[in-house]
Each structure stands twice: as C-alpha cells, then as structure tokens.
T-cell receptor, first 114, second 112 residues
C-alpha cells in the first residue's frame, strides 16, 4: 500500500458526461501528480500541483482540469467525455524536499466511456 | 517530443535466472532515471533510481546501469521469482520534483 488513495476505483459513464476523480496523497506529501495510462499512449503526465498551486502541465486536454485543496487532496475533472478518454488515471504524490522526490502512486481509477 | 523507450517487448525467463530489462531514453538533460514495476490492477511501484552522475546502483536483488553515451538504461533482476512478473517501466525526471516521463514498458513473465 503506497499510502495514496484514489476514488472511485471504477467509473463507467457515457460520452458527453462529466466526472470527477479524487486523490488523497500520502500524509505530509505536498505535491500531487496526475497521469493517464492508455493502451496506445502509455503512461502520460497530465498535471502537477504543489501545495495548492499548479506547478506543471503536460499533455492535458482543455476539457480536463484539476485542483488541489487546502487539505492537499486533489480532484481531476474530466468533461465532455469522449470514447478515447477511457483509460486508467493515476495520482501520485511526493514530498519534493530534503532530497526526497520519489513519487508514490495510487491504485488508479479505471474510466470507461461508453 | 520527449520519449523514453517506445517499445513494449515481452521478456520470458525461467525462475531463478537473471533478468535484464532495457530502456532507451532520449533526453540527455534528465537528472534522474527510475524503474517502476506495475502489477496487474495496481499502480506503478518504485523499484530503484539512479542519478545522471552515476553509472551503476545496486539494491536488493536489483541493479540499475546507466550508459549516458548511448542513452541506455537497464534493470537487472537477480534470481528472478514468480512475484517479479509484471510490467516494468523506465522513467526519467528532468529536474528534482518534476514530472516523470515514462517509457512504454516491458512485460516480464517468469516461468516456474
């Protein structure tokens, strides 16, 4: 168990809908990362938050957005869903201080868009 | 764009043998290289890392080798066990605390 929790574990929805994925980082970790894993694109970085502020953006679509709350949990919002958004979405957290940078991954949320 | 190891090969080894998983990376400016293991239905799990100023690093039953001349990274697993069966990803990090750029992965199958 990495200490990172993600909910829900599975999500099935229809095209055009909007969903919210939730992530709780390890206790004490200030940085949260979101990754998407699909068969054709592999593991792709989406976005990073550090202590509530957006720190880096990757291949994140405009239909997707994220935020990190004062209690450090993070949410990834996916809207106007398309079939191609079906994937595993992982959240990872790290301390990013004192020489520690290891990212710990949650179990993921499997999104299926029908 | 950035890329790390664009292939997804399968490596089959006999239990007890040593395994070598290879990875090619493209960004010579990366500071850290990391190996992750992903078991079915789980998130990636950190195995071992190496800084760009090192050539070799050893852990428990695992060794990572870095050849910056040819931009090559390898993971050696000694005495491979059935529990080592998983997908292995190499990843690179350009800066401390930055995003990870993952390779496509290698499937390791251990035959008993």
């Amino acid at each position: 168990d990495s200490g990172v929790t993600q909910t829900p574990k599975h999500l099935i929805t229809a095209t055009g809908q909007r969903v919210t994925l939730r992530c709780s980082p390890r206790s004490g970790d200030l940085s949260v990362y979101w990754y998407q894993q699909s068969l054709d694109q592999g593991l792709q970085f989406l976005i990073q938050y550090y202590n509530g502020e957006e720190r880096a953006k990757g291949n994140i679509l405009e239909r997707f957005s994220a935020q990190q709350f004062p209690d450090l949990h993070s949410e990834l919002n996916l809207s106007s869903l398309e079939l191609g958004d079906s994937a595993l979405y992982f959240c990872a957290s790290s301390v990013v201080s004192g020489g520690a940078y290891e990212q710990f991954f949650g179990p993921g949320t499997r999104l299926t868009v029908l | 764009g950035e890329s790390v190891g664009l292939h997804l090969p399968t490596l089959s080894v006999q239990e007890g043998d040593n395994s070598i998983i290879n990875c090619a990376y493209s960004n010579s400016a990366s500071d850290y290289f990391i190996w992750y293991k992903q078991e079915s239905g789980k998130g990636p799990q950190f195995i071992i890392d190496i800084r760009s100023n090192m050539d070799k690093r050893q852990g428990q039953r695992v060794t990572v080798l870095l050849n910056k001349t040819v931009k090559h990274l390898s993971l050696q697993i000694a005495a491979t066990q059935p529990g080592d069966s998983a997908v292995y990803f190499c990843a690179e990090m350009k800066e401390y605390g930055n995003k990870l750029v993952f390779g496509a992965g290698t499937i390791l199958r251990v035959k008993s």
